[in-house]
């Protein structure tokens, strides 16, 4: 049976703790190394603040807070994937980023029940791959519309 490239999705595969997390790679916009991040105070916990990037003020938002996961200290293999969410570019600090896959559309599968601990709406669905499962993002469900709004008046009132 032939496979065509219409039903192929490109993502990027990150780690969090000990599970493997997918983002489509039309969504992102660079990988970055770790990098120097201003707090900004009145935001929500799982913002780690703002950083310059080529001349962009970026909100930064650490995905381990977000889904209310231990924080890890920065190593070598942490990075910022910048994703562009709605109009706006934002940062999300991941423990690596680890490949970049091609899947078919079709071998996306509904998220679990127990998915909801993990905070469900934030999850497209999830992938099996041979001995892994990678877990699908809603980049867009990331943050909800009080959180956007937040993180989006970061970019207004600031200056690096």
Known sequence: METTAVGDVKLIVFQLQDEEYGAEVDKVRSIERMQHITRVPGTPDFVEGVMNLRGVVTPIIDLRRRFRMNKRETTDTTRIIIVQVGEMEVGLIVDSAN????IQQSNIEAAPDSAAEADDSCIRGVVK???RLLILLH????LD????IAVENLEEHREL
């Open 129 to 131: 791959l041979e001995n």
């Open 145 to 148: 519309a009080d959180e956007l």
């Open 99 to 102: 490949d970049v896959i091609d």
């Open 139 to 142: 980049l867009e469900k990331v």
